[in-house]
């Protein structure tokens, strides 16, 4: 009979026992969620503060973007019409060239017809010279 009693103590101390580690672990799990609920919202905190950085980075590049954009482009715009101006100057004075070879052209082919003119006068010359002296 004293092994019966020892028995049932036995099983009644393994089942407090029992019962004492379930809330234990109970206690632990529940310590052991709300802390990881913790770091979770501390990470959440942390991911928006470095989504937040970086949506200000993002937009200051794309502020800065626009503004060598456009200074690129007013800096294409006005090396374009100095470029226009120098295309311009260049068309003009080969323009002006030109008219300065058409009227040399010009000169020449005048002077050539006045030469030839000349020559043309002096064989006829001659020619009626040396027709004047057969008939004679």
């Known amino acids: 009979n004293l092994l019966d009693i020892l028995e049932e103590r036995f099983e009644r101390r393994v089942v407090e026992e029992g019962k004492r580690l379930e809330r234990c672990i109970t206690e632990e799990s529940a310590r052991l969620d709300n802390r990881i609920a913790e770091e979770v919202a501390k990470l959440q905190q942390q991911i928006a503060a470095v989504d937040n950085r970086i949506t200000e980075e993002v937009a200051k590049l794309e502020g800065r973007i626009a503004t060598e954009s456009a200074r690129l482009d007013n800096r294409i715009t006005e090396k374009m019409a100095k470029l226009q101006q120098q295309i311009m100057a260049v068309d ?45």
């Open 92 to 136: 003009n004075r080969i323009t002006a060239e030109m008219a300065k070879m058409d009227k040399r052209i010009a000169e020449v082919r005048a002077d050539l017809i006045r030469w030839m003119f000349l020559f043309w006068v002096g064989q006829i010359g001659t020619l009626a010279v040396i027709l004047f002296a057969l008939f004679k």
